[in-house]
């Protein structure tokens, strides 16, 4: 293995920079270093670089959504080997304090979004994952790297947000935001058995792209002024069964829950920028459930079996490849939606 490799290095609010980093080790008897092979640029990136996560340490090297193939393993590391292919979780987590137990990783008393955020992560050559045990799951020889490539984070959103909301077979659900974890979220809803889908989304690509895969039913602006009527009338008159909320936009989360029938459940999986206001005495007597918090991706495993099954294909959401020499132009057009972006793939 060499000593140098190109990162993708955050240093401060609106800047990051293509530099040599080293080569990481292994450090704990549970760490792998893995060399990736495919990774991505995620909203979350964005919002490190926006300065909208305090949390994230200046000089740490993006990324948090890959495959790759795993290098070397600590002596703790039974269920992997050298050569092996292997999806990563987004988050950190030990498995074994009290959270972990009850399957709320993301907030593992040891972990949780460290990747990229506040360790190295993989917008480079090679990262080095801590609690290996957990954080990676080796792929089935079936499924190709790009198939596995979002589950580990935006795919386990989608299918955590969905789970949350409690759907019913036969339910009316409303996704607002048709970006990469909309779109994921808008799949895991059918799966769950909604009968129908609402995609609400501003972008008219956005919403095509929603309605030729099928993920959704029907797809509305959310600028529509008769939006709110257009969602009861196919609701049997009452609004949404359940709505998840993930564009994270201005309007998006009073949108959420204005669409949501009386004693809906609204699942917020954006990440917010600023602070949203929950107007109480305007939702009084709609006795609706929120429900809200980072996603806790702890079952990569099933999704990829649902993956090699084929009841799920995220092939859809690539849009655009380039190599990692490439990326900060990926950054650009993933962040002001050019040229129709919803995923920039890293290849090697």
């Not at 929120?290 to 099954?309: N, W």
Request: aromatic residues 6%; contains cysteine.
């Amino acid at each position: 293995m060499k000593k140098n490799m190109m990162s993708v290095v955050y240093h401060g609010a609106g800047d990051i920079r293509l530099e040599p980093r080293p080569v990481p080790v292994l450090r704990d008897p549970l760490d792998a270093i893995v060399q990736v092979t495919r990774s991505t640029i995620c909203t979350s990136d964005l919002h490190i670089l926006n300065g909208a996560v305090p949390r994230a340490r200046p000089g740490v090297v993006l990324g948090h959504e890959f495959v790759g193939e795993v290098v070397s393993v600590g002596s703790g590391i039974t269920q992997l080997q050298p050569g092996d292919r292997v999806a990563a979780n987004c988050e950190t987590f030990c498995g074994e304090c009290w959270y972990c137990r009850h399957g709320y990783v993301n907030n593992c008393e040891r972990g949780g979004w460290e990747l990229g955020c506040r360790i190295d992560g993989c917008q480079a050559e090679y990262v080095r994952v801590p609690f290996a045990h957990t954080g990676l799951v080796k792929l089935p020889d079936s499924v190709s790297d790009e198939a596995a490539l979002f589950t580990g984070d935006i795919l386990s959103s989608a299918y955590w947000g969905a789970q949350l909301a409690e759907i019913h077979t036969g339910d009316t659900v409303a996704v607002l935001g048709a970006g990469p974890v909309g779109l994921c979220s808008m799949a895991c809803a059918r799966l769950l058995g909604a009968g129908t889908v609402i995609c609400i989304e501003p972008d008219p690509f956005r919403r095509t792209v929603a309605l030729t895969n099928r993920l959704a039913g029907l797809a509305l602006d959310p600028a529509d002024p008769e939006l709110s009527e257009k969602i009861r009338a196919q609701s049997h008159g009452r609004g949404a069964d359940s709505v998840i909320e993930a564009a994270g936009s201005a309007s998006s989360f009073e949108t959420a829950w204005r669409i949501a029938r009386p004693n809906a459940v609204v699942v917020l999986v954006a990440m917010y920028e600023a602070p949203q206001t929950l107007p109480l005495p305007e939702m009084y007597g709609k006795n609706l459930i929120f429900k809200t918090g980072g996603v806790d991706a702890c079952r990569c495993g099933e999704l990829l079996h649902l993956i090699e099954q084929g009841k799920l294909d995220t092939s859809f959401l690539i849009t655009h490849r380039a190599p990692l020499r490439d990326i900060l132009e990926g950054y650009r057009v993933f962040e002001k939606r050019l040229e129709h972006c919803i995923k920039w793939v890293v290849t090697p």
